[in-house]
Structure formats: C-alpha cells, structure tokens
C-alpha cells in the first residue's frame, strides 16, 4: 500500500492505494476520524454493490446504509442528488453523520455533491472502484451534477476524510474501461512525471494483465501527480489548469460525439495526440518526444475511430469553460515531465492538429 | 451609512447598512470587487422587481440579466435551484460572472445557493428588502433550501462579497413583516448588546414609524451582533449556537403550524417567551428581567394567538438539528445582553414552558 498526502489550504487528507483495502474501512476510518461516526451511509451503483457489497459491509458491526445511483451519465443529475439526500433524512442522517461515494467517477462526483450539500456540509470518503476515478476524479475535491446545458455546470469543492483506491475491485473492471483510464496515468506522465512515462512504455504487459504491484505503481504515481498539483492551486487559479492536458480537445470530441461513442479517457487520448501535434509545431517538445509519447497512447489502446465531426469539433475547439474571458488557452508539454499553457492558440493551428488527429483516427 | 466588517477564516466582507444604497450599486461593486464582472446576474422575486427593479438598474450602464424566482417558501427547492442555472448557463454565465440575490430570505437563501453551486461557486452580493433578511439571513453565509422532509436540509456555507441591507426599500414592506423582523433585533439584543434592549424599548414609536435614521441603529445594532458571533464561530462550532436563542423552540412552532399561520419572527417571538420562562425557572436571569424583556417582545406585536398544538410542540421539543447526540441543549439569556447554553432541559421543563407561553398565546 502506498499513502499519498493532499495537502490545500482547506484541507489535509491521505490517499490510499493498494489491494484489500475495502474489507477493512471500519478500523481505517477509525484512525482517521478518531472514531466511527454515528451513522454511516454509502452511495453505489447497484452493479458494484452486487459484486463488492459483501466485502465492503464486513468489516462494519452495523451495515452502512446503502443508498444507490443508476449507472450512466444521465443520473448525474440535480434531481438525483435530490433523491438521495431525501433517503439520508429519512433514514435518520445528521450532521456527524460520515457518507461513502464507493463506485466510479460518476457516483464520487454526485456522492461528493450530496456530501457538500447535505446540512451543508457532511464528511465524507472516496472509494473509487473504476481505474479512471482512482486515479483522477477521486482526488482534488471536485463533486458536482450535470446540467442539459453542459457538464459539471453545477458542483462544490469538498475534501473527502480519505481516498482508498482499492487495486483489487479493479478485477471486475471491462478491460476497455482499464485501458481508458491509464490515458489518465499517461497524462499524468507526461505532464509531471517522466519517471511515470518510462515505467508504463517498460511494463505495459503487466499493467494491462492488472499485476497488483505493477498496478498499485502506476496508480499511486498517477496520484502523486494530481496530489501536488492540487495542493499547490486547490481551486484551478493557475497550476493546476495543466491537468487539463488533452482535455480541452478531449472535451471537444466528446460533445461532438454525444457523449456516446468514446469514454472519457479515449476522448483524451485522442486530445493528447492532437494537443502533442500543436505542442511539436509550437516547438514546446521535439518531434521525437512527440512520437514517443503518441505510440505510448496507443500502447494502452486501441482509441476507437473518429468520425470527421469529431475533427471539426477538436478545429473549432475555444469555447471550453476553462477559457475565461475567450482567450484561446492550452496546456501542452514542455519537453516530458513538465508542461506549460500556452495562450492565443490560432485557428490555423487547431486546424492542423484536427486533421493530423484525424489522419490516425480513421485508421485505427 | 453604517458599514460591519464580517471576518472569518474563509472570507472577510463588510456589510452596509443605510439608505438609498441600492441606486448606487455598480459604483459600490466596483469598488468593492476592484472592477464590475463582466456578467451581472440578479435574482429577484417579481413584487420586489416591480417596485424596486428600476433604481436598481439605474446605476449600471448594462442592466444586469434579472431571474426570477417565485414568492413563497414552497419555491426554495433544488428544482428552482436548478431551473435558475440553466438560464444562467443559457445567458452565458461563467466563472466570472456576479450575482446579486435581491430580495427576502429566500431569494437570499436560493440565491446564495446558486451562486454556491453554480460553475463550483461564483461571487455573489446579497442585497436584502425584508428586515428580516438585513438583520438575520444575508449575514453569515448560510445558503440552501428545504427538502419535503425538513427545511434548509440542503445547502453550502458561501458567503457573499458584501452585504447591501437598504433602509430605502424597507418602505414597501408591509407593517407585520417588520414587525416579525424586529423580534430578530430585540434577539440580537438580549443575547449580547444590552444598549440595542434599551434602545429598542425607548425608541419603539419611531421603530414602528420607519424613521430612516432610528431603523439604521437598529439594524446595524442587530448586524453588529450577528457579524461578531459569526466571526468567532463561522460553522456553529460553538458560540454561533446563541443566535439560535428562541429558535429551537420557535421551530417547534413553525412545524407545528406548518409554516402557515405565522410568520418566522413571530413563532420565534414566542419561541423566545418560552425560552425566557425556562431561563427564569433555572435562574440564569431574574424575575424582573424575564418581565422585562417580555414586555420589550409584546411591545412589537402584536404576535398572533397560538392553538394548544403549538403549545404541545414545544413541549415536544428536542428533536432539533442543532442538538447532535440527541442531548437537550437550549440557549438561555445570562442576565441582558449575555447568552449561554443549557444542557438536559427535562420534559417537565419543557412542558412548563409550553404552558407559560400557551396562557399568553391565547390571550393576545
């Protein structure tokens, strides 16, 4: 197991990464909390309940109550925050009650809204069960809904108590759903960790056949990577925009593709390899760090194809709501293991990196 | 003008109290805000708009995007909540955009909210035109709205970047809401500022009258109050619990009555009379002062008579979300302008209380 620290100016809490850690919550967030609050709820989705409920439950003398999400996008939702924080006052919730989010990005974003709003505020813990929530969403206090109007639109910032990425639920994970999360850990790679970048070109066998300890590596460095971006700007002043490396066009792909065709972590493969392009015509990384951090991506592939809209999405690409006052910002590598913003990006330039995107896209 | 520095560890802000403030309110935000965001948002109700909407307006050279939400608490939902961004989202608001909530309490409550909510949190101006709302709710950061199982059950701490409380727009208010309002003052008063007491007793005619200056003392009084309690306490650790004196018991009231038949500052008008005959029996203030400061209470009713249901319900009480572990806990006036709590109040306690404010109740 590794213990990661967080540390912002509103908030101090560990990450813990390793196998095993779900059938032993009671005494972990004994230590934590200094003692087991009165009542304890989880929110899950009812297939990861099927599979990690038993585990989950045995360590507690009493069973938290389990409160559930439907899978899928569509219940990320303010009415569905609404629903289960009316179950939680009817079963009895207080404000020293302690909440759960034990499931994959969704059910953390709206487990940790529920939390933030709930009483105004209740404390609680991630138990990311997907790759991609262990690694990223899980970290940096980040909850929220969706609107019709866009994703996200509504949400809080709220520290969980403690983050437990348990390796071993990633045994049911759908290898496409593993895959996609480790463009997350490339991410995290190329932007801050180059240590990262070369172990994952090095043991890409063992990380795909899920090796406990090849994997507790990966996600811990992951982790580390986001720990200390957010500890150093908690709430997206300045640093902490470089996460958002490939995502500013993985975003793009993504609302041009409903949502429906790529998961999240493909959508960013497919922004990095455009947002590697711009950063190699840019001069900000050389044609062959270029190249190796492309065939890195498709290394923990294969990205599905793209269809042209997808390329006129990433070529008209600006609107994205990390660009305040409509400046064209975007995060590209400086070298491997660093990265910068870079501002004024020209039509031309997305232009080009669409259509080398696309070029790949098709084909593969 | 009279302006109050709120100061706690997450914000600092000050609150203006005085008349003709909300023609001026571009120039203020300015000032306050370094320059005008640029996307001013407001969310009013429509009888407050149509009889203050174009003073309001008048200082901004863009009138700012105006929403509206519906009189009533039967509004303060997540569902308007939620319509409320959407038209953001549609308007174009972003992360740099201002909103102002302008209105009662629940305007400032739903529109701290959203303001909390929206985009992870934008800054927001309170500008209250109940009296109620200037002395109590604006202040503090207190944000949310009720569920169908109990109110204010969701919500966020979020505290404004200043408070406008306009003696000019309390014109309109009709006389029973400023009366209600008051009993929030002479609260204020009794818990910690002995002069405001006096003040109130001596002044009532010219109170009651609306005189511009007189209403200034008080409510700067009454905020001065409000502001120090909440600096020390800002998430009701401790200290923050006396602003609650009269409300426990209040609540019971409101509940009991199902929020119809009396406004909030008249069940906790009553609520405080019960609250004084418990504190008199256990002797943390004299005979001659619970006469006194009862006398202070009826002196800005008349409050509205109460059936034996409400009577039973404060006998009942106990169940209140401030008391955490299911202890007794009510706060009591330490002598005039001083406040404490008392733990394991006993049902005959309780009862004796009831029965005291029930031979009043029904007389009045």
Not at 92 to 104: E, Q, Y
Not at 105 to 124: Q, S, T
Not at 243 to 253: D, K, P, Q, S
Not at 332 to 353: F, K
Request: net charge positive.
């Amino acid at each position: 197991m590794q213990i990661i620290r967080v540390q912002t100016p509103s908030a101090k809490y560990d990450v813990y990464a390793g196998a095993g850690l779900i059938d032993s919550l009671r005494p972990r967030i004994e230590r934590i909390a200094g003692r087991l609050p009165g009542r304890v709820f989880v929110v899950t989705s009812p297939p990861i309940w099927a599979l990690w409920g038993e585990p989950f439950v045995a360590s507690f003398a009493e069973p938290p109550v389990a409160l559930f999400l439907a899978p899928g996008e569509k219940h990320k939702t303010m009415a569905c925050v609404e629903k289960l924080a009316r179950q939680m006052a009817r079963a009895g919730a207080d404000r020293g009650s302690l909440l759960i989010a034990f499931g994959g990005g969704i059910v953390g974003d709206v487990g940790g809204f529920l939390a933030a709003v709930f009483m105004r505020g209740i404390p609680y813990i991630q138990a990311p069960t997907t790759f991609l929530a262990q690694v990223d969403s899980s970290v940096g206090g980040k909850t929220g809904v969706n609107l019709p109007e866009g994703k996200n639109l509504v949400g809080s910032f709220h520290h969980p108590l403690a983050v437990f990425a348990d390796t071993t639920v990633l045994g049911t994970l759908p290898d496409r759903e593993l895959r996609a999360g480790l463009m997350e850990s490339i991410k995290a790679g190329i932007i801050r960790d180059r240590g990262l970048v070369q172990y994952m070109e090095k043991r890409a066998p063992k990380i795909l056949a899920r090796d406990a300890k090849t994997l507790e590596k990966v996600i811990a460095a992951s982790i580390r990577v986001k720990a200390a971006v957010v500890s150093r700007d908690e709430r997206e002043g300045g640093l902490r925009m470089i996460l958002n490396f490939g995502h500013t066009l993985g975003h793009a792909i993504e609302q041009a593709t409903h949502y429906e065709e790529l998961l999240h972590g493909e959508a960013v493969g497919w922004g990095m390899i455009a947002a590697l392009r711009l950063a190699q015509k840019r001069g900000t990384i050389t044609r062959g760090q270029a190249e190796r951090l492309e065939k890195l991506i498709h290394l923990y592939g294969p990205l599905p194809a793209l269809k042209v809209r997808a390329a006129k999405a990433v070529a008209a690409a600006g609107g994205d709501k990390k660009n305040i006052g409509g400046v064209r910002r975007f995060v590209v590598p400086l070298g491997i293991g660093n990265a910068g913003v870079i501002e004024d990006v020209t039509q031309a330039e997305l232009e080009d990196a669409a259509r080398y995107m696309l070029s790949q896209a098709r084909g593969s």
